[in-house]
């Protein structure tokens, strides 16, 4: 039986109520760790692994302050019995002296297609005391070898979305089953006259002649004694965007051709027997009730075509085809690793009007990425159509143009054609929307609330992060950017869910660091590193990952190819990402080598929408371009030294040194102490551009134009807008910044609040200009980029850092910032090592900040004040506490170096 899954965070509670509270625990005992949460390549218990060299991790816990790992022992075994009798006879590591406890490298003997191993740890504390063995758990391989694959592609051309069927017959008890699919564009798959997992939209989007996803499914509990049948639901997805009698939709750059199949069933017999069902001509096909599919343009479903049974054995084929052969879309096979897609929460219509003889308009309350589940009672052949709008016309009729309509021709749509038996409940397979609005034509009577709901389905990322503060104002923007952020995660991260649905990389720069403090978000961003590489074939990476080719190659753009490895570094130890893109990365160095001119480098789209424009106002291309050189140059240093190319790292530390000298010489004021504007001064703080001992007058040329040449507005673009809250915290503009935060006229937020907006509009929310191309109510109402500045809620607010030299929150910088501008904050993150939470309020008289760290990591706290002796933990003087190192005092804050545990500092006399 399979056991229930208990998510990071739930087990996390649950494990410290057992510390704090006394509850017995079989390995409760004073001073001992227990190791819990075993991963294999961030997954729990994952199928499918193609790693040769799986990386392991597990958490630790414990009772007791300063608790750390100084060796370990991983014992990898065949089957169950030999781990439980202790016995690694694929790998005993024996025990191995470090303190790592996140990625490390299996290495036991060779690995076998499709073979499931199991594994357990267990660790020796700082003083040699054992932890006793962790649970079991495992991993298993996919498919390794090309002739692994045994079955043959397979399609049917139909301008409907093809079914295909293949029965077989089971005479023996079957220990395991798997499935092993790759259905592109998009797969349904059942078995037995059941749907097979939870993932919809299935397998996520890629170059698919560079590679291709396969997904694995267990399906041992399906398999039945007798005639089994497994059907498929093909549907064109991003393979196929052109649909006959219907044109083509959407980006008209890319199309691969007819949705196609390849599929193999591996039975493993209790006898020790085994047997592979494949895809090839023996499989059936015919054409299914989806009449009609486009990710942009919609669904069209008849639910008279319905053909009841044809999942199951015994089925009556007789009237179907056989399958035809297909073409391999040429790409590597790959398993599909990053978490999928899945249908993630009901929303309730809050409200439905009628403006118009026989048209009702559903408000759902908020903007979000999915569809519309509908349920009613109709005479067959009734014709029930859903169009989908982020906006209202003053008639209170939906105005898709927000949608992209002058884009893509199409305005987002549904039709379900009724089969006239009692009660129907029906939603899309192969489209989703970005939508708040939905309009229904066609309805018998009047539709009540009970009638449709909508379903939030984004890439299902577990959640990490939970931030909450005395701001409501900040509150709203936190879950604004998080609904921005999930309707646009759908196996790639795309810059709206409907008029583009591109990977831009830009918008991929400003999101990686706010994706991953709120998500655990490592296999998401290595699938999209992977697809830059496979879309720049070779070359610069283009604007657009994966499948575009219009995007152009620009270097700001570009600068996400350095930015998300080293975002995946930071947050979680990862080398192997660098390891594997790393001539990559050092091509497009020298791409921006060769067209710096002086170090200077002028080509770049530049910092978007600043407020009222699309195209930049004050901040030149040459200036941001340039900023991101030199981001790129210093990511470049450190990750070349860590993957021990020495010679690389100090080539680009001496880059770095003349990137900034040329940058200081072309574009700072020395006499004026600025850069010329409130994004300029913004960016050149937050990637240290600014020449030594003037930071703070820069910073303060920042607050000074934001308050008297703005009147306390923002006015910068996209770039600007990703840091000029934490450079104002960081050098004291609290006020300011606060101030900026609750602006209810244009820009700002409260402005953009009061026009209606749940999610971040692509522009500051400006009325509509006379060229509505360009500017307006035609840009998107959901663009995740406008919240990329909310990571500072965690690093800024709460305070909770990385530490470059020891990543993935081994040692972890506590430095919270606009401490005298709120009443209490509260931040959490679960990192690849723990739980780190972090919570301090200002009472009347006091500054109180209770810290928790995980075991086997340590911590750097800056306290705000700059008197050692006003500063307690718990009823102790902080310097003497068990546990915490007075370390110095610096910029105005006590520094203290803590080890894992839970602190309670407390400053008086403020």
């Given at each position: 039986m399979e056991?229930?899954k208990?998510?990071n965070?739930v087990?996390?509670?649950?494990?410290?109520?057992?510390?704090v509270?006394g509850?017995?625990c079989?390995e409760?005992?004073?001073?001992i760790?227990?190791?819990?949460?075993l991963?294999?390549?961030?997954?729990?218990?994952?199928?499918?692994?193609?790693?040769s060299?799986?990386?392991?991790?597990?958490?630790l816990h414990a009772?007791?302050r300063?608790?750390?790992?100084?060796?370990?022992q991983?014992?990898?075994a065949s089957s169950?019995?030999k781990?439980?009798n202790d016995?690694?006879?694929?790998?005993?590591s024996?025990?191995?002296k470090?303190?790592r406890?996140?990625?490390v490298p299996?290495?036991?003997?060779?690995?076998?297609?499709?073979?499931r191993y199991?594994?357990?740890v267990r660790?020796?504390?700082?003083?040699?005391?054992?932890?006793?063995w962790s649970?079991?758990a495992?991993?298993?391989?996919?498919?390794?070898h090309?002739d692994?694959?045994?079955?043959k592609?397979?399609?049917?051309?139909s301008?409907?979305a093809?079914?295909?069927?293949?029965?077989?017959e089971?005479?023996r008890?079957?220990?395991?089953?798997?499935?092993?699919?790759?259905g592109?564009?998009?797969c349904?798959?059942?078995?037995?006259?059941?749907?097979?997992g939870?993932?919809?939209?299935d397998p996520?989007?890629?170059d698919?002649?560079q590679?291709t996803f396969?997904v694995?499914y267990?399906v041992?509990?399906?398999?039945?004694?007798?005639?089994?049948?497994?059907?498929?639901?093909?549907?064109?997805?991003?393979?196929?965007?052109?649909?006959?009698?219907?044109?083509r939709y959407?980006?008209?750059d890319?199309?691969?051709g007819?949705?196609?199949?390849?599929?193999?069933v591996?039975l493993?017999?209790a006898d020790?027997?085994r047997e592979?069902i494949v895809?090839?001509?023996t499989?059936?096909?015919?054409?299914?009730?989806v009449?009609?599919n486009?990710v942009?343009?919609?669904?069209?479903?008849?639910?008279?075509m319905e053909?009841?049974?044809?999942?199951t054995g015994?089925?009556?084929?007789?009237g179907?085809?056989?399958?035809?052969?297909a073409?391999?879309?040429?790409?590597?096979?790959?398993?599909?690793k990053i978490?999928q897609?899945?249908?993630?929460?009901?929303?309730?219509p809050?409200h439905?009007?009628?403006?118009?003889p026989?048209?009702?308009?559903?408000?759902?309350?908020?903007n979000f990425?999915?569809?519309?589940r509908?349920?009613l009672?109709?005479?067959?052949g009734?014709e029930?159509q859903?169009r989908f709008?982020e906006?209202?016309?003053?008639?209170?009729?939906i105005?898709p143009?927000?949608?992209?309509v002058?884009?893509?021709?199409?305005v987002q749509?549904d039709?379900?054609?009724?089969?006239g038996e009692?009660?129907?409940?029906w939603e899309?397979r192969f489209?989703?929307h970005g939508?708040?609005y939905?309009?229904i034509?066609?309805?018998p009577g009047?539709p009540?609330k009970?009638?449709?709901?909508?379903?939030?389905?984004h890439?299902?990322?577990?959640?990490?992060g939970e931030?909450?503060?005395?701001?409501s104002?900040?509150?709203k923007?936190?879950?604004?950017?998080?609904w921005?952020?999930?309707?646009?995660l759908?196996?790639?991260p795309?810059d709206?869910?409907?008029?583009?649905?591109?990977g831009w990389?830009g918008?991929?720069?400003?999101?990686?660091?706010m994706?991953?403090?709120n998500?655990?978000a490592?296999?998401?961003w290595s699938?999209f590193?992977?697809d830059?590489?496979?879309?720049?074939?070779?070359?610069?990476?283009?604007n657009?990952s994966?499948g575009?080719?219009f995007?152009?190659?620009?270097?700001?753009?570009?600068?996400?190819?350095?930015?998300?490895p080293?975002?995946?570094?930071?947050?979680y130890?990862?080398?192997s990402?660098?390891?594997?893109?790393?001539?990559g990365?050092k091509?497009?160095m020298?791409y921006?080598?060769q067209i710096?001119?002086?170090?200077?480098?002028?080509?770049?789209?530049?910092?978007?929408?600043s407020p009222?424009?699309i195209?930049p106002?004050?901040?030149?291309p040459a200036f941001t371009?340039?900023?991101?050189?030199?981001f790129?140059?210093?990511?470049?240093?450190r990750?070349?030294?860590?993957?021990?190319?020495?010679?690389?790292a100090?080539?680009?530390e001496?880059l770095?040194r003349k990137i900034?000298?040329a940058f200081?010489?072309?574009?700072?004021?020395?006499?004026?102490?600025?850069?010329?504007?409130q994004e300029?001064n913004?960016?050149a703080l937050a990637?240290g551009?600014?020449?030594?001992?003037?930071a703070?007058a820069v910073?303060q040329?920042?607050d000074?134009?934001?308050r008297?040449t703005?009147n306390g507005h923002i006015?910068?673009?996209?770039f600007g807008?990703r840091y000029?809250?934490?450079m104002?915290?960081?050098?004291?503009?609290?006020e300011?910044?606060?101030n900026?935060l609750?602006k209810?006229t244009f820009?700002g937020y409260g402005?953009l609040f009061s026009?209606?907006?749940?999610?971040?509009?692509?522009n500051?929310g400006?009325?509509?200009?006379?060229?509505?191309?360009?500017h307006?109510d035609?840009r998107s109402?959901?663009?995740?980029?406008?919240g990329?500045?909310t990571?500072w809620?965690?690093?800024?607010?709460?305070?909770?850092?990385?530490d470059?030299g020891?990543?993935?929150f081994?040692?972890?910088?506590?430095?919270p910032q606009f401490?005298?501008?709120?009443?209490?904050a509260s931040?959490r993150?679960?990192?690849?090592h723990?739980?780190?939470?972090?919570?301090?309020?200002n009472?009347t008289d006091a500054?109180?900040?209770k810290?928790?760290?995980?075991v086997?990591?340590t911590a750097?706290?800056?306290?705000?004040?700059?008197?050692?002796d006003?500063?307690l933990?718990?009823n102790?003087?902080?310097?003497?506490?068990?546990?915490v190192t007075?370390?110095?005092v610096?910029?105005g804050q006590?520094?203290?170096k803590?080890g894992?545990?839970?602190?309670l500092?407390?400053?008086?006399?403020?």
């Amino acid at each position: 039986m399979e056991r229930i899954k208990i998510t990071n965070t739930v087990r996390l509670i649950l494990l410290s109520a057992l510390l704090v509270t006394g509850i017995s625990c079989s390995e409760k005992k004073a001073g001992i760790i227990m190791v819990s949460d075993l991963k294999c390549e961030y997954r729990d218990n994952p199928l499918g692994v193609e790693n040769s060299a799986p990386r392991l991790s597990w958490l630790l816990h414990a009772s007791e302050r300063d608790k750390i790992q100084s060796a370990y022992q991983i014992l990898v075994a065949s089957s169950l019995d030999k781990l439980n009798n202790d016995t690694g006879d694929i790998w005993d590591s024996q025990k191995v002296k470090t303190d790592r406890s996140v990625q490390v490298p299996f290495q036991g003997d060779e690995l076998g297609s499709c073979t499931r191993y199991y594994w357990k740890v267990r660790i020796w504390d700082e003083n040699d005391k054992s932890s006793g063995w962790s649970e079991s758990a495992f991993w298993e391989m996919g498919l390794l070898h090309p002739d692994d694959w045994k079955g043959k592609w397979i399609a049917y051309d139909s301008d409907h979305a093809p079914l295909l069927r293949k029965e077989f017959e089971i005479g023996r008890e079957v220990k395991d089953a798997r499935v092993y699919i790759s259905g592109i564009g998009y797969c349904e798959l059942s078995m037995n006259g059941e749907k097979i997992g939870d993932h919809v939209l299935d397998p996520g989007q890629t170059d698919y002649e560079q590679r291709t996803f396969y997904v694995v499914y267990d399906v041992t509990e399906n398999i039945i004694r007798g005639t089994n049948a497994i059907g498929v639901m093909l549907g064109n997805g991003w393979y196929h965007q052109t649909a006959v009698n219907h044109g083509r939709y959407g980006w008209k750059d890319v199309d691969y051709g007819i949705p196609r199949l390849l599929c193999q069933v591996h039975l493993a017999y209790a006898d020790g027997t085994r047997e592979i069902i494949v895809s090839d001509e023996t499989w059936k096909s015919s054409s299914g009730p989806v009449i009609f599919n486009n990710v942009y343009a919609g669904e069209r479903y008849d639910a008279r075509m319905e053909q009841d049974g044809w999942d199951t054995g015994g089925f009556d084929d007789s009237g179907w085809g056989k399958a035809e052969p297909a073409e391999s879309p040429g790409g590597t096979l790959v398993s599909q690793k990053i978490p999928q897609i899945k249908r993630i929460k009901t929303i309730q219509p809050v409200h439905i009007s009628n403006p118009h003889p026989g048209v009702y308009v559903y408000d759902m309350g908020q903007n979000f990425s999915g569809w519309a589940r509908l349920r009613l009672k109709a005479d067959k052949g009734t014709e029930i159509q859903l169009r989908f709008a982020e906006w209202l016309e003053e008639d209170g009729m939906i105005d898709p143009a927000s949608t992209g309509v002058y884009a893509t021709g199409v305005v987002q749509t549904d039709t379900y054609i009724c089969k006239g038996e009692g009660t129907e409940i029906w939603e899309p397979r192969f489209t989703y929307h970005g939508f708040q609005y939905v309009e229904i034509t066609g309805f018998p009577g009047i539709p009540t609330k009970e009638n449709l709901e909508g379903i939030v389905v984004h890439t299902a990322l577990e959640e990490t992060g939970e931030f909450e503060c005395s701001d409501s104002m900040a509150n709203k923007l936190h879950q604004t950017a998080l609904w921005t952020l999930t309707g646009n995660l759908h196996s790639i991260p795309t810059d709206c869910p409907h008029r583009e649905r591109c990977g831009w990389l830009g918008d991929a720069f400003l999101i990686a660091d706010m994706s991953s403090y709120n998500f655990d978000a490592a296999l998401f961003w290595s699938k999209f590193i992977r697809d830059i590489e496979t879309s720049r074939r070779g070359g610069v990476p283009v604007n657009i990952s994966p499948g575009r080719r219009f995007g152009g190659q620009t270097p700001d753009w570009g600068a996400a190819f350095i930015k998300l490895p080293w975002t995946l570094y930071l947050f979680y130890n990862d080398t192997s990402i660098i390891s594997e893109h790393y001539e990559g990365m050092k091509f497009f160095m020298d791409y921006m080598d060769q067209i710096a001119e002086n170090d200077i480098i002028h080509k770049g789209i530049g910092s978007l929408f600043s407020p009222g424009r699309i195209m930049p106002q004050e901040t030149p291309p040459a200036f941001t371009s340039t900023a991101l050189y030199l981001f790129c140059s210093e990511a470049m240093a450190r990750m070349a030294r860590v993957t021990g190319h020495e010679e690389d790292a100090s080539r680009y530390e001496l880059l770095s040194r003349k990137i900034r000298k040329a940058f200081n010489g072309k574009f700072y004021d020395p006499a004026g102490k600025t850069y010329g504007g409130q994004e300029k001064n913004a960016l050149a703080l937050a990637f240290g551009l600014v020449p030594e001992g003037e930071a703070e007058a820069v910073a303060q040329s920042l607050d000074r134009d934001l308050r008297e040449t703005h009147n306390g507005h923002i006015a910068t673009g996209i770039f600007g807008s990703r840091y000029i809250h934490a450079m104002l915290a960081k050098y004291g503009y609290g006020e300011t910044l606060k101030n900026m935060l609750h602006k209810e006229t244009f820009p700002g937020y409260g402005y953009l609040f009061s026009r209606g907006a749940t999610t971040f509009w692509e522009n500051w929310g400006e009325e509509s200009f006379e060229d509505r191309e360009s500017h307006g109510d035609t840009r998107s109402k959901s663009h995740p980029f406008q919240g990329g500045f909310t990571a500072w809620f965690y690093d800024g607010i709460g305070g909770i850092n990385p530490d470059p030299g020891n990543p993935g929150f081994k040692h972890i910088i506590l430095r919270p910032q606009f401490v005298n501008s709120l009443d209490w904050a509260s931040a959490r993150y679960n990192s690849i090592h723990g739980l780190i939470s972090s919570k301090w309020e200002n009472t009347t008289d006091a500054f109180i900040w209770k810290v928790s760290v995980p075991v086997n990591t340590t911590a750097t706290i800056h306290i705000p004040t700059d008197v050692r002796d006003n500063v307690l933990e718990g009823n102790t003087l902080a310097s003497k506490a068990n546990g915490v190192t007075f370390l110095r005092v610096e910029n105005g804050q006590c520094v203290y170096k803590i080890g894992s545990g839970d602190y309670l500092f407390k400053v008086s006399d403020r």
